[in-house]
C-alpha cells in the first residue's frame, strides 16, 4: 500500500503561526524531509515533535527526490517542510511532488503561512491581481531584462531579495519602471517587522542611510496604471529624445514601452513612415 506525501507549511518567524493540523501531521509522519535539519529541529523542539529528520535540498534533491519517492511507494508517510513558507515556494520540492505522483503516492498540501501573501496584505498595494516571481535574476542585465519585461502587467508585482542585493534592485526598478509605488517587507512577524514604503529611490535612500541591511525581504511593486494617450507621431516621438541626447535604438525601445508595442513595431512604423 502507498504511503503519503504532505507538503507541511512552517512560520516564517514566529514560531506560533502553524496551524493544529500541520503539527498533528508533522508528529504522525514517518519522516520529516528538511531544508536544513537545524533550522526545522527548532520548529519541532518547539512543538515537542520526535520525528526523525532527512535533508532535502537544492544541492540533493534529484537523489533524494528518488529516494524518498520509492520509501513512500513503499508505505511510508513523508512531510516535506521548508525552513519556512510552503514549500516549493521558491524552494525545492518540484522533483519530490513529480515522483510521488508518477508512483501514485497521494499528494496533501497543508496550508498556512507565506511570505508572499502576507506582505501583499499589509502593503496597501492593490490585492485584485498579482504576480509572484520569485527571486529576481542576480545579474545585473538579466533583472533588467526581466523588469522591463514586466513594465506593461497590470498587478501588483510580488518578489523576494536578498538583502545584499535589495539596494541594486530597488535602483534597477526605478530605471525600468519608473515612479510606481513600492513596499519593501522585511523580518515578517519577527520582532524586527517592518514596512517602507515610497517610490523605489525613495524607499532605497531610507535603506542606503543603514549601516547595513538584514533580515528576509519580500519586495511589492505597484501596478502599471494606463498611459494617457499620446498622438505624438512615432517619428516625432523618437527625434524629440535623439535631439534631447538618447541613442536612436536607446529612443526606440523607449517609445515602444510608452506606447505598449515592440521595439520591431515601432522600427517598421518608422521605415514606412519614410
Same mark, same amino acid.
Given at each position: 500500500?502507498?504511503g ?14 502553524? &496551524? @493544529? ?13 528538511? #531544508?536544513?535539519?537545524? !533550522?526545522?529541529?527548532?520548529?519541532? /523542539?518547539?512543538?515537542?515533535? !520526535?520525528?526523525?529528520?532527512?535533508? @532535502? ?5 534529484? #537523489? ?14 513523508v ?14 520540492? @518540484? ?11 497521494p499528494?496533501q ?5 507565506s *511570505?508572499a501573501?502576507?506582505?501583499l ?23 533588467? $531584462?526581466?523588469?522591463e ?13 536578498a ?15 519608473g515612479?510606481?509605488p513600492v ?6 512577524? $519577527?520582532?524586527? #517587522?517592518?514596512?517602507?514604503r515610497g &517610490? ?10 543603514? /549601516?547595513?541591511?538584514?533580515?528576509? +525581504? &519580500?519586495?511589492l +511593486?505597484?501596478? *502599471? &496604471?494606463?498611459?494617457?494617450? /499620446? ?18 535604438m536607446?529612443?526606440i $525601445?523607449?517609445?515602444?514601452? !510608452?506606447?505598449?508595442?515592440? $521595439?520591431?513595431?515601432? @522600427?517598421?512604423?518608422?521605415?514606412? !513612415?519614410?
Amino acid at each position: 500500500m502507498a504511503g503519503l506525501l504532505y507538503l507541511v507549511a512552517t512560520p516564517i518567524g514566529n514560531l506560533e503561526d502553524i &496551524t @493544529y493540523r500541520a503539527v498533528r501531521v508533522l508528529r504522525e509522519s514517518d519522516l520529516i524531509a528538511c #531544508e536544513d535539519t537545524r !533550522q526545522t529541529r527548532k520548529l519541532l /523542539d518547539h512543538y515537542e515533535i !520526535q520525528k526523525p529528520t532527512i535533508s @532535502y535540498h537544492e544541492h540533493n534533491e534529484a #537523489e533524494r527526490a528518488a529516494e524518498l519517492a520509492s520509501r513512500m511507494a513503499a508505505g511510508a508517510v513523508v512531510a516535506l517542510v521548508s525552513d519556512a513558507g510552503m514549500p516549493l515556494v521558491s524552494d525545492p520540492g @518540484y522533483r519530490l511532488v513529480r515522483a510521488a505522483i508518477e508512483l501514485d503516492v497521494p499528494v496533501q498540501a497543508v496550508p498556512g503561512p507565506s *511570505a508572499a501573501l502576507t506582505a501583499l496584505a499589509a502593503s496597501g498595494l492593490p490585492t485584485d491581481s498579482f504576480r509572484f516571481g520569485g527571486f529576481l535574476p542576480s545579474k545585473p542585465g538579466q533583472r533588467a $531584462k526581466a523588469l522591463e519585461a514586466l513594465a506593461h502587467e497590470h498587478a501588483t508585482l510580488i518578489f523576494y531579495e536578498a538583502p545584499h542585493r535589495i539596494l541594486e534592485a530597488l535602483e534597477a526598478i526605478e530605471l525600468a519602471l519608473g515612479q510606481r509605488p513600492v513596499v519593501v517587507a522585511r523580518e515578517l512577524t $519577527k520582532i524586527h #517587522e517592518e514596512y517602507l514604503r515610497g &517610490t523605489a529611490a525613495e524607499v532605497r535612500a531610507q535603506l542606503a542611510a543603514r /549601516d547595513s541591511v538584514r533580515g528576509e +525581504i &519580500t519586495l511589492l +511593486i505597484g501596478k *502599471a &496604471t494606463a498611459p494617457a494617450p /499620446d498622438d505624438t507621431p512615432l517619428g516625432t516621438a523618437v527625434e524629440r529624445l535623439i535631439d534631447g541626447g538618447t541613442a536612436r535604438m536607446d529612443a526606440i $525601445k523607449q517609445v515602444a514601452r !510608452q506606447r505598449g508595442l515592440s $521595439k520591431r513595431e515601432v @522600427y517598421d512604423q518608422l521605415l514606412r !513612415q519614410k
